[in-house]
């Protein structure tokens, strides 16, 4: 619509606490830094993929204080484009930051926004689905996210309910709505009857969509964003009293369920969070009678059927299936893995006993 065209870039938000990977993941080292799958780090990974879709000088990073260090030597990214909070204000204010500081270099930008923490197998199934995202974002000014079609009723994702056919961009879905996470039931019936996909928290917009949605959408958000507009390099005092006034929410929940602006492109590769230690040992193949090890040394293990980390000391398990073993030399986890969305409890518990553990 008259805007000009800018170039694409990529946004990777690496600012979760991961405290359902406790122990491993900790403050210093949060969950985009370990190493889980086949040694490389999620952080790696998403890094990859970024660079795939936007090059190697339009990757930006958005992180807490306390990680900004180990983002730029992990990833090589220069300061100016690892952005760093002042405080945690969950996704919402991270996107928005992006979106103003990116807006200032590129007006007609359009970014993808990609978590540092996902998996996600098909790196060339993947890429493809963010240029055809991209066009359409360009081109009908659209908030599109990816939508994986869902091989299980999983309780623990939100789900979007598709809608009519975009017109013009073929395969593209208007979206009805958001679902928040589902009970087993109606997980279920979604799997069943269809026209539902998981909400894989992948964003495509230009930098012009996104903020006019957030000022409709999120007022106080978009208030707290604006002092930050004008400048490429905003100082950490006017940084710090936008973080303050900002309100603290997912952007599905601030701008993505309120926006009729929503689009989403079905994807079937395969995707995930790996949100817990269940979901990590379903990545690398635990079964009944197969034990992975992602560190350490297992000296015996005669039921197999666990996930292990170890650290110096030997592990062995005698007569038990179905756990987390994850020591980390300071602390020591072992759970079921069907218990692994509950170790934030563990986590929540040692931060009101003030122990250090937790962090």
């Known amino acids: ?41 999620l952080l790696d990974a998403t890094l990859e993929r970024a660079r795939r879709f936007a090059g190697r000088d339009r990757v930006w990073v958005v992180c807490g204080r306390e990680h900004a260090r180990a983002v730029r030597r992990a990833t090589g990214l220069p300061a100016r484009r690892i952005l760093v909070e002042p405080a945690r204000r969950n996704t919402a204010m ?66 979007i309910q598709v809608g009519p056919p975009a017109a013009g961009h073929r395969g593209l879905r208007r979206v009805r709505r958001f679902v928040e996470k589902p009970d087993a039931g109606r997980a279920r019936r979604y799997l069943r009857r269809g026209g539902y996909l998981w909400n894989a928290g992948i964003f495509v917009w230009t930098v012009q969509a996104i ?22 390099r ?10 303050r006034r900002a309100p603290s929410l997912p952007i599905d929940v601030a701008v993505m369920e309120r926006s009729r ?6 994807v079937s590769f395969h995707w995930s969070d790996v949100g817990t230690w269940q979901s990590l040992a379903e990545e690398l193949g635990v079964r009944p009678g197969r034990t992975r ?5 297992l000296a015996f293990d ?58």
């Open 211 to 232: 903020l006019e949605e957030i000022e409709a959408c999120a007022p106080d958000l978009f208030r707290a964003l604006a002092p930050l507009g004008s400048v490429r």
């Open 1 to 41: 619509m008259g805007r000009t065209a800018g170039r694409s870039h990529a946004v990777i938000l690496a600012g979760g606490a991961g405290e359902r990977f406790w122990p491993a993941s900790r403050q210093k080292h949060p969950k985009p830094f370990l190493k889980v799958i086949a040694g490389k780090s």
């Open 94 to 159: 991270a996107v928005g930051l992006a979106a103003v500081r990116i807006a200032a270099e590129d007006p007609g930008a359009v970014l993808a926004v990609l978590p540092a923490d996902h998996v996600i197998s098909d790196a060339r199934a993947f890429s493809s689905a963010l240029r055809r995202a991209a066009d359409a974002a360009r081109s009908a000014e659209v908030l599109v996210t990816l939508g994986v079609k869902p091989t299980r009723p999983e309780t623990g994702y939100g789900y």
């Open 234 to 243: 905003p100082s950490a005092a006017a940084l710090d009293r936008a973080y």
């Open 261 to 266: 602006r929503v689009w989403t492109i079905p």
């Open 302 to 359: 005669d039921e197999g059927g666990n996930l292990v980390w170890g650290d110096r000391r030997p592990i062995a398990l005698l007569g038990v299936e179905g756990l987390a073993v994850i020591d980390t030399g300071d602390a020591l986890l072992v759970a079921r893995l069907d218990r692994g969305s509950d170790v934030r409890r563990v986590v929540a518990e040692l931060k009101a006993k003030g122990r250090q553990d937790a962090t």
């Open 293 to 297: 090890v992602v560190a350490g040394d």
